[in-house]
């Protein structure tokens, strides 16, 4: 036998056999053709299961957001010219010009970013910087996008350099350019896009390259938020929870919550939970600070973190500690520490930083219950607040 390879229609040829059409495998339960799913799955998410509740922490949270920017509470400078934004935008009947959100995690630039395609009435396509791993990734969405849709990067500053250098011509010229082949047959096609609107959102503006942070029309920065402000929004979350809580009540959670309106939905939840097992009552005081002390939230709104770096920097004082030293001790990631637990300490004077690293205040002391170390003399770094 010459050949050792089936025949189209799968047989062995030889002689004596016959050609057998080879049938087709079973389908696999829940796939479609040639789906490795099945799409209508996807089509009941969100909808109530056999126990009647919902898919739901995360159903509940895309409602508690604001859908409006005059339900956006807070920012009152971030809103108004977001807003001036906007309309002179839809008066030119015209996309407007790209915009960067910048600030700490959890202030609401994504909900701005929903927000802005709400109220321009065009499409949202949100996506982040690690998801966009190379530039074919980026043409796909490009070229999915109406006119006026919004793309939405969150953690923009995570994109690779190549997809970042990518945007450039289509936020400017609303156009791409793909490389077909490669070596003497490689030809460029352009490809040409409807023209759009890029939010970005960021929690370290200062890693944007300048000529992709230029490429932004309006760049705003959303910083914490006052505890009156936070106030709103715990009242406004438990109005659509569907939960009594009495003002004290929210006045504490608001406090606690590190001038973070996301912290302040999460802690609502697990009072609200508290409130539900007890037998559905009416959330005050004494129930808040109850469910806050057992999740480990002190009255300054410190966490069990919050705490163990304070510890390692009253052990290191009077000298400075490096981060480095700080995230080895504690077990936490170095960025971590940076960006979720070091701001709300510098803020609240339980820390400071120095060219040498960081160093405990006397009021961090006496928070966690140290003494005040003698000051050294060789090393010229007198310990103050």
Not at 17 to 45: I, K, Q, W, Y
Not at 317 to 323: D, T, V, W
């Amino acid at each position: 036998m010459e050949g050792g390879g089936l025949d189209q229609n799968g047989a062995m040829p030889g002689r004596g056999s016959e050609s057998r059409p080879v049938e087709p495998a079973p389908a696999t339960p829940g796939t479609s053709g040639d789906h490795v799913f099945n799409p209508s799955a996807l089509e009941d998410l969100g909808t109530p299961g056999p126990s009647g509740g919902s898919a739901p922490e995360r159903i509940t949270e895309v409602g508690l957001r604001p859908v409006a920017l005059k339900e956006f509470v807070g920012q009152g400078g971030v809103v108004e010219n977001l807003r001036v934004h906007l309309d002179a935008a839809m008066e030119r009947d015209e996309p407007p010009d790209h915009v960067l959100f910048s600030g700490p995690p959890g202030l609401g630039k994504t909900s701005l970013a929903r927000i802005m395609a709400g109220e321009l009435g065009t499409s949202l396509q949100p996506t982040s910087g690690p998801a966009l791993d190379k530039p074919r990734d980026l043409v796909g969405l490009l070229t999915s996008l109406k006119r006026g849709d919004v793309l939405f990067i969150d953690e923009i500053h995570r994109l690779p350099i190549a997809v970042e250098e990518y945007l450039y011509t289509a936020m400017e010229d609303f156009r791409v350019e793909m490389t077909l082949d490669s070596g003497p047959h490689a030809r460029i096609l352009p490809i040409e896009l409807e023209p759009f609107t890029l939010v970005g959102a960021t929690t370290r503006e200062g890693l944007l390259s300048a000529p992709f942070r230029a490429r932004f029309g309006l760049s705003l920065r959303l910083d914490p938020y006052p505890a009156h402000e936070l106030e709103q929004i715990v009242r406004r979350a438990a109005r659509i929870l569907k939960v009594q809580i009495n003002d004290e009540a929210a006045a504490i959670l608001a406090e606690r919550s590190r001038g973070t309106p996301r912290i302040a939905g999460r802690f609502l939840k697990r009072v609200r939970d508290r409130a539900q097992i007890d037998g559905n009552r009416a959330i005050d005081a004494q129930l808040a600070e109850a469910t806050l002390r057992s999740i480990g939230v002190d009255g300054h709104g410190l966490e069990e973190m919050d705490r163990r770096i304070l510890r390692c920097l009253a052990d290191h004082a009077p000298l400075p500690a490096a981060l480095k030293t700080i995230a080895a001790v504690v077990g936490e990631m170095e960025d971590t520490i940076e960006d979720v637990f070091e701001p709300h300490l510098l803020r609240s004077g339980f820390l400071r930083k120095t060219p040498r690293g960081r160093m405990i205040t006397e009021q961090g002391l006496r928070l966690i219950g140290a003494e005040p170390p003698l000051t050294s003399a060789q090393d010229g770094l007198p310990f103050t607040t």
